[in-house]
């Protein structure tokens, strides 16, 4: 590992970072603000939509056993990153993780690959968010034009307007500060989780138990090419995964994963929390505690409301409601919906500028893009920069083919953070860690293939475009960040002047 690709940043150096006065963030989240801002995050469009299509064609009843292994898969990674955040409180999330114990170029990788996925999910999200808003439009008689509205099945050439206009208005409430954006969320959250919990309750009270007959369907085989596992595995064991019967549980399960992405997007605010030791690990595992629980609970009401090969795919949960004779409930839903995805949209637009701010304090992208606005102390260049691309993005492409990236690159990053709590245990057991993750070795090798398992699941044509992506971000880094990285120039090192040695900290 003595090679420069694999040069690894000082974790007291990314510390002393965070105090440069023109590089450094403002201080003002606490632990209740990072659990508020995991919910908001988990909670959107994975449970309001993704529950009628895996119900459906994966699972059955027994969706609510896919969201437990979706969610122990994601517990077993949180447990990764709640150590990493309270360890390394630094902006960046797994980048930063990666930089301290596998090197330059890993986190790089990881970097760009956490670059597209929460760009895909910012602009999956608001595309969605579009599509309740012009539900509910259409509900009270009002209709968008077809070159402003959502593309989905139109034959008309346009721009999603209000895609285009949430992500541009989320972006200002980012660069006026993380507390304003902590208030907006904890309002929104309130709001999403109520309906959850109405969903919930006002269920649980037409239930028929006939519809859980049966909880587990028959096992059907799964066509060989839909996933990377099919002929993988049956290669392997002498038989390929199936849609409903057991196996159909984790084909399930790497569905409604993109249900879960979000916990991580918390890691990403630790160099903004104003205690990370103790509120980090709260944060992230309180989040997703309240989440599986919640998914879980609705998964079961809701095919206990109807029978699963009836469930709607577009709005499961509305449409049950309308199935028992009850559509007040359904528009009650579709506005916490649409009132709950700005929250997500927000969060990963956060999480996605963070990282890009992470790494151009290192040098890898342009230093231009690391100094913090000198009033709201928040980097307010990526933040613009970023949020005019997506709402490009969101406002001109229709994403659901490319939402699978999302599902890939976040698995991909579990994979690498687990694997960097491993190395960091062994190079630097000196460390304080104000918590540690249990069982290691062992807790983050089933980490790594818990969320491998799930990788595989995917389609191979989400494998090749991730490839592909990946592939881009390797030529960018031996064109650009190799040679202007901090640690290159030697501006980084321990001991060394910082942040004042050399011309693109001007």
């Not at 059955?60 to 447990?79: D, K, N, R």
């Not at 990666?98 to 929460?118: N, Q, R």
């Not at 005019?388 to 999302?406: C, D, Q, R, Y």
């Amino acid at each position: 590992m003595t090679s420069p690709l694999f040069r690894t940043k000082k974790v007291e150096q990314s510390i002393r970072d965070t105090e440069e006065p023109e590089h450094s963030l403002k201080k003002s989240l606490s632990a209740l603000d990072l659990t508020v801002f995991g919910v908001g995050v988990i909670i959107g469009t994975g449970i309001f939509v993704l529950t009628g299509t895996v119900a459906k064609d994966n699972a059955g009843p027994a969706t609510a056993l896919a969201f437990v292994v979706a969610g122990v898969v994601c517990a077993l990674a949180a447990l990764c990153y709640a150590e990493f955040a309270s360890t390394v409180p630094v902006a960046g999330s797994a980048y930063t993780f990666s930089y301290a114990s596998l090197g330059e170029l890993p986190a790089w990788i990881i970097g760009w690959d956490l670059v597209l996925e929460f760009a895909l999910g910012t602009a999956v999200v608001a595309v969605g968010w579009s599509g309740y808003i012009q539900s509910l439009m259409d509900n009270a008689g009002w209709q968008m034009p077809a070159a402003l509205g959502s593309r989905e099945g139109s034959d008309v050439f346009g721009f999603d307007i209000l895609a285009a206009v949430l992500v541009l208005v989320l972006t200002g409430v980012l660069v006026l500060g993380m507390k304003l954006s902590a208030r907006v969320t904890s309002v929104v959250v309130a709001i999403k989780v109520t309906v959850v919990l109405v969903v919930i309750i006002a269920g649980a009270f037409f239930i028929t138990a006939d519809n859980y007959d049966p909880f587990i369907p028959k096992s059907e085989p799964v066509p060989a090419g839909d996933s990377l596992a099919s002929p993988l595995i049956q290669l392997m064991f002498g038989w390929a995964p199936a849609n409903f019967g057991v196996m159909g549980i984790f084909t399930a399960a790497s569905v409604v994963f993109f249900a879960f992405i979000g916990f991580d997007i918390v890691a990403t605010a630790a160099e903004e929390t104003k205690n990370p030791q103790r509120d980090m690990p709260r944060g992230i595992l309180g989040s997703l505690f309240i989440c599986t629980v919640l998914y879980v609970l609705v998964s079961l009401v809701v095919t206990g409301m109807q029978h699963y090969t009836e469930l709607s795919v577009d709005a499961p949960l509305a449409d049950a409601f309308k199935a028992t004779g009850h559509p007040w409930y359904a528009g009650f839903i579709s506005f916490g919906a649409a009132v709950g995805l700005t929250t997500v949209c927000m969060i990963l637009l956060l999480g996605q500028t963070r990282v890009f701010f992470a790494m151009s304090r290192d040098g890898l992208l342009p230093r231009f893009f690391s100094r913090v606005h000198p009033r709201f102390r928040t980097p307010h260049r990526p933040t613009i920069l970023l949020g005019v691309a997506i709402a490009i993005l969101a406002g001109f492409t229709p994403l659901n083919e490319l939402a699978a990236l999302v599902n890939i690159g976040t698995l991909f990053a579990f994979v690498i953070v687990a694997i960097s709590v491993i190395i960091l245990r062994r190079t630097r057991p000196d460390l304080p860690r104000a918590f540690r993750t249990p069982w290691v070795p062992v807790l983050p090798i089933v980490s790594v293939a818990a969320s491998l398992w799930l990788m595989l699941n995917l389609p191979a044509e989400t494998w090749l475009r991730f490839g592909v992506w990946m592939a881009i971000g390797v030529v960018v880094y031996f064109l650009y960040s190799r040679n202007h990285s901090r640690l290159a120039r030697g501006e980084a090192e321990p001991g060394a002047p910082v942040g004042r040695s050399g011309p693109d900290s001007r």
